[in-house]
Antibody, heavy 117, light 107 residues
Framework: EVQLVESGGGLVQPGRSMKLSCAAS????????MAWVRQAPKKGLEWVAS????????YYGDSVKGRFTISRDNAKSTLYLQMNSLRSEDTATYYCARHVYTVFDYWGQGVMVTVSS | DVVLTQSPATLSVTPGERISLSCRAS??????LHWYQQKPNESPRLLIK???QSISGIPSRFSGSGSGTDFTLSINGVELEDLSIYYC?????????FGAGTKLELK
């Protein structure tokens, strides 16, 4: 059974940093692209970033480009999202998702990030 | 960026009826259009991929159609457990974008 479990969220002040993790199990992690998708409170879904199998290629949405970094450790079957220079508009639930070509086929339960002073 | 417009924003339904939800793209996305269901306080779940391809474990009452710019998600015989928000997503180009969602509520 595919499982994706996010961690690392919480309350953070504007301008500070936070790192999210996503532990994957139930599939061969290195065989899949992975992604982060977020959802602001009471809002829709927004793709944040994706990463290739070995991490050599990364892709970002315009709203986070230059501030967020997606990475992975295939030996640990773990996906990461380093978030710097956080803004109030980054407040959201962040979902880890398996990214198969153009489809997000499995999603984690999500982790809440609140950016506030 | 490709803008996906979903309609209606909210749909009031009666159990048992057949319904259709629309997703319109601002430019052609071929069949790189996928549908997700999000129940209250849950993560999104993939329902339909590549416009019309079914997903293992998803009830057969869900179906999708369309190509290019106009797409439809149909539910043949709505059940109470289907009361959710439905999102479409395009994967034809980056950034991958989502529609704003259609909320199904009980009439």
């Amino acid at each position: 059974e595919v499982q994706l479990v996010e961690s690392g969220g919480g309350l953070v002040q504007p301008g500070r940093s936070m790192k999210l993790s996503c532990a994957a199990s139930g599939f061969t992690f290195s065989d899949y692209y992975m992604a982060w998708v977020r959802q602001a409170p009471k809002k829709g879904l927004e793709w944040v970033a994706s990463i290739s199998y070995e991490g050599s290629s990364t892709y970002y949405g315009d709203s986070v480009k230059g501030r967020f970094t997606i990475s992975r450790d295939n030996a640990k079957s773990t996906l990461y999202l380093q978030m710097n220079s956080l803004r109030s508009e980054d407040t959201a639930t962040y979902y880890c998702a398996r990214h198969v070509y153009t489809v997000f086929d499995y999603w984690g339960q999500g982790v809440m990030v609140t950016v506030s002073s | 960026d490709v803008v996906l417009t979903q309609s209606p924003a909210t749909l009031s339904v009666t159990p048992g009826e057949r319904i259709s939800l629309s997703c319109r793209a601002s430019e052609s996305v071929d069949t790189y259009l996928h549908w997700y269901q999000q129940k209250p306080n849950e993560s999104p779940r993939l329902l339909i991929k590549y416009a019309s391809q079914s997903i293992s474990g998803i009830p057969s009452r869900f179906s999708g159609s369309g190509s290019g710019t106009d797409f439809t998600l149909s539910i043949n015989g709505v059940e109470l457990e289907d009361l959710s928000i439905y999102y479409c997503q395009q994967g034809n180009s980056l950034p991958h974008t989502f529609g704003a969602g259609t909320k199904l509520e009980l009439k």
